[in-house]
């Protein structure tokens, strides 16, 4: 099995989420990481290529001359990494996929709906593949989880019950990671953004439902911030189901506290990321269950998604490994794109952002697609 | 040390909280059962006055019979304790009030604002005291919190996370404790008052903050049902803190699981009633700390609601007592009612109940007070 | 139903597990503390009287006095509850067998093997009943899990593993409890004594398997303690079950971590007094489950004990009280002791005591019976 | 920075510990595998090594010709992981030692105390260095807790309590992993080996203490099983401490379940493999802090291991990669081998193996070193 050769835009010296798409490309060895246009400052791109084994004349000066160059050779890179802030996502998304590069993105999509808009066309109009790497869908439980609810274990749903809390905004704060995430301009959102989307997306996936409508009460608690750093939101679903969702980056005492539960009038399930290789399940009048990942009583998507036995915990590296290890079996003819969010997902992750900017300034007011 | 004497409207064969409010008032040893009106049946009133002890002249076929006789005796009881379904509150209360005995009333305060209204009027004309069993607040480690949030461990608050979860009604159930609890006219309103009211007491007991102004969206999930199940509630508080409520009878999996988070600029505490002995606190940028009852590092509040080294779990009975151990050490001149719900927390649950139901049928629109 | 008629020995101002039988006592209502030798200084015995509402002239100077006049009372006690330093269990453990009058004694048995034989004496020549309250038999978990496992659930035992480990002696440490635990001549034992024979008599009754062997190595970790406070313990069981045993009184951050886990060829059971109302059940082969105190799937012996819905957590007074509830009911005629530890339990609990401590004197060899 | 050059021992089709190895290798990226000699059968060799992207020119047929082939290229590997079962470590790895070639070998050290004698040798005699993968060392906290006890935090060190509990052996079970691990041929030993030797050498690790002698009760429960498959050890450390170690293969509901718990004169450490990052500190008298990696108060060790920030679950093959990295950079001359287990832990796991075995056929004397 030959490797796929990946580039990367972003993820220079001092970031970190590129760092994290590294490692997860590594893991199952099916990607090389073989060019990128690292940084937009060239002394920082190239230091970055060198410490990275990238050949001198792959470091790229800039993502256009990237897209071009790569395409024009005919070892050139089968899939593009995305990795900078929200605001630069677009850009070379649009050009890579214009190139016919397959992208995998990081979330959210975009810093704005305009920005979204025009990636959703440039997927359109491309042969190439867009992912976008909502990662704690790689988990294999939330995958386990999906497939249970898929086939009726939890019965129709009713209540979801969503929240991705953290604490180190919790008060005035500069930084790399913070500086951008915290101007408007660059990331479109806070805490909504960073990490509401996540728990959006991930609601959405294991759930099956695409919420109708959601109303929003969002807060800047610290003194001069400019996004929101909390929010409390309510979501109503296809189908009736109703739920909650709370996205915090001031609740001190939380690291990253993603949790999901979901029930409907069969049963009931409950995760959280903190410890991901368990899950409990209740079947109405039964006993609670320990579901572990890899452990009894698992089926197909879990299973593909596991690398060592359970009880030998596997983290947020290996599900974020598995979108990776996805991505190129799609890419390179060997499995279906089933638990890979895309463009779709993306889009949603913007409406969600902006349906809840909008309720929240008009007061809480429902706003439905 | 002598024993109160208590007498009990309601509680005879087959209810459940009768029972646990004599387990509550016995734990002690404050408390002497020695009078009731324990059913509307006068059978089953005497059978239960037997099974009880108390002797049958004092055993009565009414509540109104028994406050006059009671009041006129010179051995009557100190205290009664009410513990009928919500719309049978205000009937005794007010008798046994006007009548000069205290009273300790099951929540919610009533099933209706004007039964609530009447039991106010009661209560601002007699000399007697009148206490709610928000038994929740009773927890040693609820009390210690309140005491860490007032003396500002946590700083100014921010966001508090509250909820309720059941799952005894996620089908359609018919017995005793059902029954009054789903019937609008008997109970007023469904989660919202059943435990929905605990939670929210309980979250304005630690806190000490009052709330300005909600929005609820609530739903009825099992066919047929005519109050609510489940409820999401949005909290806006005095001072610019926000708040999350969750109540649900629908929730499979759930016991009994009452949960409060509180997270301010400095710090966050987190609590769960199915293991109420610990309690967790973190101080921003340090580790998150474990608080057990009784274990180091408890202030008085905590100290006094305690019975037995840590590590040897206290649970609901316990906490329960605590309400009764200290409404007795009030009503012997022993004790100020410091942690002891009143009036005003009935009056504040009926505007909660109250403000849920206007804004649910306002499709979620803000209700301040 | 009138109540029983309760002495008690020991328990006056100052100690502190005299206070938690009377608790037991008091929470199902059917006892009443008449009569008390509650401390051998007769200033405290009767200012404890007081306190316990109990009658001058049944608040006695010694427990020999009690035993006679009580038992020569028309009205006299039905039981005595002897709640002394172990050293002080002998005398009126037998002066009330010898005046028929019904014994609960705090375990150990007694402080030494001469004292033990002497009660055992006495119970086998006495129509009086014997109970001996190793409380955490109490719990309706355990009584669930001696049910699960004699009914074959967890099928041919294999091994046991049991802790009991608090921190509470880790320095030097004199107070009225510290005291008379650690002179060997009041308590005969340090750790293994305390709280070794309750994880013992646990492991016991849960397995249902008598002990045949065991080797100890036994320390004293503290400059100048007379006795063990810290024991590691092999078990060789009846059908070649084996074990081993952990009771330390040094383990810093333990409050009372009483563990118990048993497994056999079909299953496993995990259970820990601190969050006594869950207990985890695997079948070999299938996911964990939690069972819980009153939830699904429990059985009558369990269910007998348990007073308020899951979710709504019971704790050790609860089980202590289980014990009070039960040796009253066998003292009516209303039930038998299926679940009582009696003189059996104490006798073997003090073979555990002797045991250990020749075992480890001979350098941890194995001692049979 | 340029990566090194590994080959493989072991680890073709079918195997397990191979592709954990490969995977720990590629999380950082530092190693590459370019060679191997996979498996003993030809045709399993080469088709294991194409899909391993190795070149059919260093796909070897035995691990003799490995060793001179690869130490007679320009660029041969740099280190070489025997991934084979225990019986074939020693050939390998003294084949390796004496080409020059770093060897990276699986644990235990051998199937024999002759095995284990000539590896010593070799390692002796070569410049080439060893390193033993006992990778429960490299979870971050666990280097954590090393620190934290070398320099005081738990005071003088009195009690250890280490356990591995799996239970897949539960039944006669015939699979590749079973058969060679039940075979005292090809094992050497059953549970204490496998999994006890870890538990051993994790102590070992974080105590800092030497095990002075121990004594062990070995059980077979499995009808015809060749080995022990539950293990009951004592432990008589240096300095005066006292451990108990249990291993086990059939303790049902343990998946990978690898707990140690140290506790001194002035605190106490507790952590369990299957949730690792999270650890809990007690200091004497103060309450028990949740210690996360990567979270508040950590030092130099954990931090150096640590990939992601805390909240976000690294596991065990982060730690398993911990050992290949910093391998990496010992070779490579960028580090020392602080935390990396060598000869010296392989021949005190040797010890123990045997120990175990000699005190158990002497009905649990204790054996000195």
């Known amino acids: 099995m030959s490797r796929l050769k990946l580039g990367m835009v972003g993820g220079g010296q001092g970031a970190f989420i590129g760092g994290v798409h590294r490692i997860a490309a590594r893991i199952d060895g099916k990607w090389d990481l073989v060019a990128g246009a690292l940084s937009s400052n060239p002394e920082r791109a190239a230091a970055s290529a060198v410490e990275l084994g990238i050949a001198p004349d792959r470091s790229y000066g800039s993502y256009e001359e990237m897209a071009l160059a790569e395409a024009a050779r005919t070892d050139g890179i089968d899939a593009v990494a995305i990795v900078t ?37 440039a997927v359109a109009a491309s042969d190439a593949r867009f992912f976008l790497t909502h990662n704690y869908t790689g988990y294999p439980l939330m995958r386990q989880a999906r497939a249970m609810v898929a086939r009726g274990d939890l019965g129709k749903l ?18 790399k990671q913070a500086d951008w995430r915290t101007d408007p301009a660059q990331s479109g959102a806070g805490a909504i953004g960073d990490i509401g989307t996540h728990a959006y997306n991930l609601l959405s996936f294991v759930s099956g439902l695409r919420t109708e409508a959601l109303m929003a009460d969002l807060q800047s608690f610290v003194d001069g911030r400019r996004v929101d750093d909390n929010a409390h939101i309510m979501l109503r679903m296809q189908g009736g189901a109703r739920g909650m969702l709370w996205a915090s980056q001031v609740a001190v005492g939380n690291e990253n506290s993603l949790k999901l539960r979901i029930y409907g009038d069969k049963g009931g399930l409950e995760w959280a990321q903190e410890n991901p290789n368990v899950m409990t399940l209740t079947r109405f009048g039964e006993p609670k269950q320990l579901i572990t990942r890899g452990g009894a009583g698992l089926g197909e998507g879990a299973a593909g998604g596991t690398r060592i036995p359970p009880g030998h915990p596997e983290g947020y590296l290996e599900g974020f490994a598995n979108l ?35 309720s929240s300034s008009a007061n809480g007011a429902w706003v439905s697609r």
């Open 158 to 175: 009713r209540v979801i019950q969503a929240e991705y809390a953290q604490d180190w905004l919790a008060e005035e704060t500069s930084n």
């Open 85 to 121: 802030p929200n605001h630069v996502h677009a850009g070379p998304a649009i050009a890579f996929l214009n190139a016919g590069i397959h992208v995998i993105c990081d979330k959210p999509l975009a810093a704005t709906p305009e920005q979204a808009e025009a990636i959703r066309a």
């Open 324 to 358: 990776y290890s996805d991505a190129a079996d799609v890419i390179a003819g060997r499995g279906e794109a089933t638990h890979l969010p895309g463009i779709e997902a993306g889009l949603d992750g913007m409406w969600f952002i902006s349906a809840c900017q909008q």
